[in-house]
Nanobody, 121 residues
Framework: QVQLVESGGGLVQVGGSLRLSCAASGRTFSSYAMGWFRQAPGKEREFVARISWSGGRSSYVESVNGRFTISRDNAKNTMYLQMNSLKPEDTAVYYC??????????????WGQGTQVTVSS
């Protein structure tokens, strides 16, 4: 069982930056791939980024490539999402999830409760 808690969301102006954190409980954090997802009002939840259990592999949705960076610190059981050059279309509730590298994009095993990110123009 893994419990995930997101933090770091807030209101930021266009072009600004935020860093989201996802704190995980459980001794098996380092065994799982981790990912970030987001859901904008009236839209389905979408994949944003994922990182392998070791941190050695990562991938991003095209719309955030070059602006967002995913990372993790297994010693702290925490994953991060550094978001730069934020745009209004990045406004959403951001969720973290855990699972296997192969399946996390479509079917994470565990979800956090989400943190709101609002980008104002």
């Amino acid at each position: 069982q893994v419990q995930l808690v997101e933090s770091g969301g807030g209101l930021v102006q266009v072009g600004g930056s935020l860093r989201l954190s996802c704190a995980a409980s459980g001794r098996t954090f380092s065994s799982y791939a981790m990912g970030w997802f987001r859901q904008a009002p009236g839209k389905e939840r979408e994949f944003v980024a994922r990182i392998s259990w070791s941190g050695g592999r990562s991938s991003y949705v095209e719309s955030v490539n070059g602006r967002f960076t995913i990372s993790r610190d297994n010693a702290k059981n925490t994953m991060y999402l550094q978001m730069n050059s934020l745009k209004p279309e990045d406004t959403a509730v951001y969720y973290c999830g855990s699972g296997t590298w192969a399946s996390i994009i479509s079917k994470p095993s565990y979800w956090g409760q989400g943190t709101q990110v609002t980008v104002s123009s």
